[in-house]
């Protein structure tokens, strides 16, 4: 039998020789094959066993010198042994096999065939010269075959491999079977609409001082695994393989972060990570994932490619890597990343601070959609290269339509553009295109005047659809289509170099007149800063005047109130309040806290008084100082005196009385109500009683400052019972009585 396998499917072949052991029985000449196809692996190199270019030829002195034939041999020429077989990257067996088997393996007879058994023809001898042996082993690689391989006659062999070598040039369908095998794994998937049901806690054991659980059973489709230890992590399959078979347990453990041998730029607050693993095979799944997070806050999910034991002991930065943002959903106090096809190691990190960020001045939708510009943001950390990106309102461009926009920068500080660096986007949904650099002639702040085009480009850009949209009311909020540069300063100018805005254009005309622009000037070294009221109750009606720099820029608000955002030049200001119309500061307890990133940052500045408190904006920096002030209390005691001294019945919680226009309020039994109020003026009142005089001590004005108590007193007298006789004489018979 002859076999011809392409080296290319060798490891495959032999990785299955399991596979094919229950085709062929054990002392099948097709197990003999596999083992010199594995040797032939083992030195990297075509081998072609007992075929033309190693066995001995009549004349071995013409044999040594002749090259291998560039074409294929005609099957039924290839038995010869006078003519010569291509050797390529294969691998050819000679040895006996019966055609029955033959045509079971192989599958290759493509008519009956009878084979007829002939003595063997007698052979030239083969000579004993080493020389003459062919051997096609590279110097220095040992020729050793186990010695359990029999070598079959080769006179036999000849007549049966004249038969079955027909087809040798068609690749063996058994050997397509396999790799097709191998390369598509089958996978379930959950269909669209299908209810979502929670795994009770009785589904999983559990070791709480370990803090790990593991599913009692393997995993489903269509169950939401909630991790017993913290049921803000769950595991939802969305795929499954389907062979069940090969799904296994689900295995959560939470491992405290501050075990993890973090690089210290990938360290975070978060106090725990999750290791969670299977025994299923990466890829034959996926599935979404939940992680709890502090409520009102965005976070980033990190992941590591390393067990837990790696990672106590050291983690490198390659080692962990971030999903991208556009693949989490924020919930109140969960994240969610959806279509994971793997497991490892997660933890939770706040958003990158560094990054400053700018709104579009003109406000929302100020330019139709394609051209429509809402943000730009800096990395303040990168200096060299320089990290930016923009943001377009819009998310698509229809047939040949682009979004193109230009970062433009500043060398020499005088507020014009001396290079740009564009981005165009297009496609439905949108995605990068191209990118362009361009000198400018220094004389236009909004576009790139006299571009001329620069290359090569070694500053990279990226482009793609992001849920950052800065305005609820965008085209397609939250989602904006964001483009991503990592500027090399060399390319625009060196070190000196400022971002001076960001501007939209006309299809690649960087010096055209501008679509709409963010003006976000880092040639002057500009910031944003915001002062905003916050008053505890909500309901309270004080005024106050907010200040930046002891400039007041609003007046008379109440709660919510701001001074809107305000450009300023990169620099320390004062922010505070004074006292509005008919409001004392006195009566109030303030604070102030100033935090980056419009008011979702850090804190960078904060004080327990209404200020002024000192802050810093530094370039690019969007900062929001709120000024909270809470109503300070006081107590108004509120007294009740029955006096019955003529018959009356009635006692103190009989009564009931008001403060201001506030809801009736009864009387305690013991006659007296404590009660807690902000700084004010009180008058208390209450309906009159059948019966019974009212007095009142201290009820009417009572002004009460913060701490302070005051006391009203409310005094009911019962009045004494009188009877009335009304007598009337009626005199209709002559009589002459009165009363």
Same mark, same amino acid.
Request: charged residues 25%; hydrophobic residues 30%.
């Given at each position: 039998?002859?076999?011809?396998?392409?080296?290319?499917?060798?490891?495959?072949?032999?990785?299955?020789?399991?596979?094919?052991?229950?085709?062929?029985?054990?002392?099948?000449?097709?197990?003999?094959?596999?083992? /010199?196809?594995?040797?032939?692996?083992?030195?990297?190199?075509?081998?072609?066993?007992?075929? &033309?270019?190693?066995?001995?030829?009549?004349?071995?002195?013409?044999?040594?010198?002749?090259? &291998?034939?560039?074409?294929?041999?005609?099957?039924?020429?290839?038995?010869?042994?006078?003519?010569?077989?291509?050797?390529?990257?294969?691998?050819?067996?000679?040895?006996?096999?019966?055609?029955?088997?033959?045509?079971?393996?192989?599958? @290759?007879?493509?008519?009956?065939?009878?084979?007829?058994?002939?003595? &063997?023809?007698?052979?030239?001898?083969?000579?004993?010269?080493?020389?003459?042996?062919?051997?096609?082993?590279?110097?220095?690689?040992?020729?050793?075959?186990?010695?359990?391989?029999?070598?079959?006659?080769?006179?036999?062999?000849?007549?049966?491999?004249? $038969?079955?070598?027909?087809?040798?040039?068609?690749?063996?369908?058994? +050997?397509?079977? $396999?790799?097709?095998?191998?390369?598509?794994?089958?996978?379930?998937?959950?269909?669209?609409?299908?209810?979502?049901?929670?795994?009770?806690?009785?589904?999983?054991?559990?070791?709480?001082?370990?803090?790990?659980?593991?599913?009692?059973?393997?995993?489903?489709?269509?169950?939401?695994?909630?991790?017993?230890?913290?049921?803000?992590?769950?595991?939802?399959?969305?795929?499954?393989?389907?062979n069940i078979d090969d799904r296994?347990?689900?295995?959560?453990?939470?491992?405290?972060?501050?075990?993890?041998?973090?690089?210290?730029?990938?360290?975070?607050?978060?106090?725990?990570a999750y290791d969670i693993t299977?025994? =299923?095979?990466?890829?034959?799944?996926? /599935?979404?994932?939940?992680? *709890?997070?502090?409520?009102?806050?965005?976070?980033?999910?990190?992941?590591?490619?390393?067990?837990?034991?790696?990672?106590?002991?050291?983690?490198?930065?390659?080692?962990?890597?971030?999903?991208?943002?556009?693949?989490?959903?924020?919930?109140?106090?969960?994240?969610?990343?959806?279509?994971?096809?793997?497991?490892?190691?997660?933890?939770?990190?706040?958003?990158?601070?560094?990054?400053? #960020?700018?709104?579009?001045?003109?406000?929302?939708?100020?330019?139709?959609?394609?051209? !429509?510009?809402?943000? =730009?943001?800096?990395?303040?950390?990168?200096?060299? *290269?320089?990290?930016?990106?923009?943001?377009?309102?819009?998310?698509?461009?229809?047939?040949?339509?682009?979004? !193109?926009?230009?970062?433009?920068?500043?060398? %020499?500080?005088?507020?014009?553009?001396?290079?740009?660096?564009?981005?165009?986007?297009?496609?439905?949904?949108?995605?990068?295109?191209?990118?362009?650099?361009?000198?400018?002639?220094?004389?236009?702040?909004?576009?790139?005047?006299?571009?001329?085009? +620069?290359?090569?480009?070694?500053?990279?850009?990226?482009?793609?659809?992001?849920?950052?949209?800065?305005?609820?009311?965008?085209?397609?909020?939250?989602?904006?289509?964001?483009?991503?540069?990592?500027?090399?300063?060399?390319?625009?100018?060196?070190?000196?170099?400022?971002?001076?805005?960001?501007?939209?254009? *006309?299809?690649?005309?960087?010096?055209?007149?501008?679509? !709409?622009?963010?003006?976000?000037?880092?040639?002057?070294?500009?910031?944003?800063?915001?002062?905003?009221?916050?008053?505890? &109750?909500? @309901?309270?009606?004080?005024?106050?005047?907010?200040?930046? %720099?002891?400039?007041?820029?609003?007046?008379?608000?109440?709660?919510?109130? @701001?001074?809107?955002?305000?450009?300023?030049?990169?620099?320390?200001?004062?922010?505070?309040?004074?006292?509005?119309?008919?409001?004392?500061?006195?009566?109030?307890?303030?604070?102030?806290?100033?935090?980056?990133?419009?008011?979702?940052?850090?804190?960078?500045?904060?004080?327990?008084?209404?200020?002024?408190?000192?802050?810093?904006?530094?370039?690019?920096?969007?900062?929001?100082?709120?000024?909270?002030?809470?109503?300070?209390?006081?107590?108004?005691?509120?007294?009740?005196?029955?006096?019955?001294?003529?018959?009356?019945?009635?006692?103190?919680?009989?009564?009931?009385?008001?403060?201001?226009?506030?809801?009736?309020?009864?009387?305690?039994?013991?006659?007296?109500? !404590?009660?807690?109020?902000?700084?004010?003026? /009180?008058?208390?009142?209450?309906?009159?009683?059948?019966?019974?005089?009212?007095?009142?001590?201290?009820?009417?004005?009572?002004?009460?400052?913060?701490?302070?108590?005051?006391? #009203?007193?409310?005094?009911?007298?019962?009045?004494?019972?009188?009877?009335?006789?009304d007598k009337t004489v009626t005199?209709?018979?002559?009589?002459?009585?009165?009363?």
């Open positions: 039998m002859k076999l011809k396998i392409k080296q290319a499917t060798l490891r495959t072949l032999y990785s299955y020789v399991g596979i094919l052991s229950l085709v062929v029985n054990t002392s099948s000449p097709f197990l003999v094959s596999l083992q /010199y196809t594995a040797y032939a692996q083992e030195v990297g190199a075509s081998v072609e066993e007992s075929g &033309p270019t190693d066995a001995p030829s009549e004349e071995p002195s013409d044999a040594t010198g002749e090259e &291998p034939s560039e074409e294929t041999a005609p099957a039924e020429e290839s038995a010869s042994p006078e003519e010569s077989a291509p050797a390529e990257e294969s691998v050819t067996v000679e040895t006996v096999a019966e055609t029955p088997v033959t045509e079971e393996v192989l599958g @290759t007879s493509t008519e009956d065939q009878t084979t007829t058994e002939t003595p &063997p023809e007698t052979l030239p001898e083969t000579p004993t010269d080493e020389t003459q042996q062919g051997d096609i082993l590279p110097d220095g690689v040992s020729d050793y075959r186990p010695e359990v391989v029999e070598e079959p006659d080769v006179a036999y062999s000849a007549a049966i491999t004249e $038969i079955i070598t027909d087809t040798t040039d068609v690749i063996d369908p058994v +050997i397509e079977q $396999i790799e097709g095998t191998v390369t598509e794994a089958e996978k379930e998937c959950l269909a669209d609409g299908v209810e979502i049901t929670d795994s009770p806690k009785e589904d999983w054991t559990v070791d709480s001082e370990k803090g790990y659980a593991e599913t009692k059973e393997p995993v489903k489709l269509g169950v939401k695994y909630i991790f017993p230890e913290e049921e803000g992590v769950s595991v939802t399959f969305s795929c499954l393989p389907k296994s347990v689900l295995r959560i453990q939470e491992v405290k972060v501050s075990d993890l041998n973090l690089p210290e730029e990938f360290n975070t607050d978060a106090e725990f299977t025994d =299923m095979v990466n890829g034959e799944f996926e /599935y979404d994932l939940t992680l *709890p997070k502090p409520e009102g806050v965005e976070a980033d999910i990190f992941y590591i490619e390393k067990s837990v034991e790696e990672a106590i002991q050291e983690v490198d930065n390659d080692d962990v890597k971030k999903v991208e943002k556009d693949k989490l959903e924020q919930g109140d106090d969960v994240v969610e990343v959806s279509g994971i096809d793997h497991f490892t190691i997660y933890y939770l990190a706040p958003p990158n601070e560094t990054w400053a #960020c700018q709104n579009d001045e003109q406000g929302l939708n100020d330019e139709p959609g394609q051209k !429509d510009l809402t943000k =730009m943001c800096l990395d303040t950390a990168s200096t060299n *290269p320089l990290s930016i990106s923009w943001d377009w309102d819009d998310t698509a461009w229809s047939g040949s339509n682009t979004g !193109d926009a230009c970062s433009l920068f500043d060398t %020499d500080t005088d507020g014009f553009a001396n290079f740009a660096l564009c981005v165009t986007v297009h496609n439905d949904p949108a995605e990068y295109q191209s990118k362009g650099l361009y000198s400018c002639n220094d004389t236009k702040s909004d576009r790139c005047a006299g571009a001329i085009a +620069i290359s090569p480009i070694s500053s990279t850009c990226t482009a793609g659809i992001q849920s950052s949209d800065p305005f609820v009311g965008g085209e397609a909020y939250p989602n904006d289509t964001v483009a991503s540069c990592v500027v090399q300063l060399s390319e625009v100018g060196g070190s000196s170099s400022k971002l001076l805005d960001v501007c939209s254009f *006309p299809s690649q005309e960087p010096g055209s007149d501008p679509s !709409d622009c963010i003006v976000a000037s880092t040639a002057s070294q500009t910031g944003l800063l915001e002062v905003r009221k916050v008053l505890v &109750p909500s @309901t309270d009606s004080g005024l106050f005047n907010l200040q930046i %720099d002891g400039t007041t820029y609003a007046t008379n608000i109440g709660n919510l109130g @701001t001074t809107g955002e305000k450009i300023v030049d990169a620099e320390d200001y004062t922010v505070g309040e004074t006292a509005g119309t008919g409001t004392n500061l006195a009566n109030y307890t303030s604070g102030i806290v100033c935090k980056n990133n419009n008011g979702t940052g850090s804190i960078i500045a904060s004080s327990s008084t209404s200020g002024p408190l000192t802050v810093s904006v530094s370039n690019n920096a969007d900062v929001v100082c709120t000024i909270t002030n809470s109503q300070k209390t006081g107590t108004l005691i509120v007294k009740k005196v029955v006096v019955n001294n003529n018959g009356g019945l009635l006692e103190a919680d009989d009564f009931t009385f008001k403060v201001g226009d506030g809801a009736p309020v009864s009387f305690e039994a013991d006659g007296q109500n !404590d009660l807690t109020v902000n700084a004010g003026t /009180y008058t208390i009142t209450e309906p009159a009683v059948f019966g019974y005089a009212t007095t009142y001590n201290n009820c009417t004005s009572v002004n009460i400052s913060a701490g302070e108590t005051k006391t #009203c007193t409310i005094t009911n007298d019962d009045q004494q019972a009188y009877i009335i006789v005199n209709n018979n002559g009589g002459s009585a009165v009363a």
